[in-house]
């Protein structure tokens, strides 16, 4: 069963750079056809795409963040990651990763439990 | 951009009753759009994608229809469980984008 488990810093300075990891585990992200995601929740509002990688490793980025964030992945340790630059008060959300592939139509499944960032000095 | 737009934002409903909620993409997607449900405090979950294909573990009770730019999710006898919030979310293309969400709540 694929499972993803998020990691980062819960509390991130204003001007800094965010760096959140996704672990997989039941599947590998260098095979099939898959992208793998970061999404994002702040307080009380609705989701937002950030950046996906394609298993084979290229990447697509919302133009909301394409100037600052970079996803990448580490396919010894079955990881991706986020890079997110020149943080605000406004980067302040849950951020989730999670999987898009054929099994679920191109939906976002199954999705990681989410990481709470908090952006405060 | 393709921008997903949700309606209601807000809907009360009874246990028992029919519920439909409906999203609109800005362009044609085919069938390219996914429903999820999120309760406070935990990550979405995907009931539909490919418009109208359930979940496996998803009851039944749930449905959804549509193509090209109108889709429809429709809770066929809702059960306390399904007082949530719903979001639909466009896989034509990049960028993925998400409705704003509809609040489902108790009347």
């Known amino acids: 069963q694929l499972q993803l488990q998020e990691s980062g810093p819960g509390l991130v300075k204003p001007s800094e750079t965010l760096s959140l990891t996704c672990t997989v585990s039941?599947?590998?992200?260098?095979?099939?056809?898959?992208?793998w995601a970061w999404i994002r929740q702040s307080p009380g509002n609705g989701l937002e795409w950030i950046a996906s990688?394609?298993?084979?490793?290229?990447?697509n980025y919302s133009p909301s963040f394409q100037s600052r964030v970079t996803i990448s992945r580490d396919t010894s340790k079955n990881q991706f990651s986020l890079r997110l630059t020149s943080i605000t008060a406004a980067d302040t959300a849950v951020y989730y990763c999670?999987?898009?592939?054929?099994?679920?139509?191109?939906?976002?499944?199954?999705w990681g439990q989410g990481t709470l960032v908090t952006v405060s000095s | 951009d393709i921008q997903m737009t949700q309606s209601p934002s807000s809907v009360s409903a009874s246990v028992g009753d029919r519920v439909t909620i409906t999203c609109r993409a800005s362009?044609?997607?085919?069938?390219?759009l996914a429903w999820f449900q999120q309760k406070p405090g935990k990550a979405p979950k995907l009931l539909i994608s490919?418009?109208?294909n359930l979940q496996s573990g998803v009851p039944s009770r749930f449905s959804g229809s549509g193509s090209g730019t109108d889709f429809t999710l429709t809770i066929s006898s809702l059960q306390p469980e399904d007082f949530a919030t719903y979001y639909c979310?466009?896989?034509?293309?990049?960028?993925?984008?998400f409705g704003q969400g509809t609040r489902l709540e108790i009347k």
């Open positions: 999670s999987r898009r592939g054929p099994e679920s139509g191109y939906g976002l499944a199954p």
């Open positions: 039941g599947g590998s992200i260098s095979s099939g056809d898959y992208y």
């Open positions: 990688v394609y298993s084979g490793g290229s990447a």
């Open positions: 362009q044609g997607i085919s069938k390219w």
């Open positions: 490919a418009a109208s």
């Open positions: 979310q466009q896989a034509s293309r990049f960028p993925i984008t």
